[in-house]
């Protein structure tokens, strides 16, 4: 079974940065698209940025040149930094794990952006 655990959320202001972290168990990074995914209330949750095994990213257009995707397949952990962040980024994100049909998500962390 595998388990993930994100962590670096809170409250930040308008234009600050946070670093969020997805701390997986087993060797995911080899065969899983690592994700994160975000979900703000009322609203459908919405995949923010990816990582394939091979180290392409991909990212929402709402996010494109202030969020950053990593891995450090050392210690298990996949990171999203995020700059510039604006109040429509609050939401509750999520840390995903994809391969074929199986997902395994984390518990989640809450982000708030004041204005």
């Known amino acids: 079974q595998v388990q993930l655990v994100e962590s670096g959320g809170g409250l930040v202001q308008a234009g600050g940065s946070l670093r969020l972290a997805c701390a997986g168990s087993?060797?995911?990074?080899?065969?899983?698209?690592m994700r994160w995914y975000r979900q703000a209330p009322g609203k459908h949750r919405e995949l923010v940025a990816s990582?394939?095994?091979?180290?392409?990213?991909n990212y929402a257009d709402s996010v494109k040149g202030r969020f950053t995707i990593s891995k450090n397949i050392d210690n298990n952990t996949v990171y999203l930094q995020m700059n510039s962040l604006k109040p429509e980024d609050t939401a509750v994100y999520y840390c995903n794990a994809f391969r074929f049909t199986i997902n395994y998500w984390g518990q989640g962390t809450q982000v708030t952006v004041s204005s």
């Open positions: 990582i394939t095994c091979g180290g392409k990213k």
């Open positions: 087993g060797s995911l990074f080899s065969a899983y698209v």
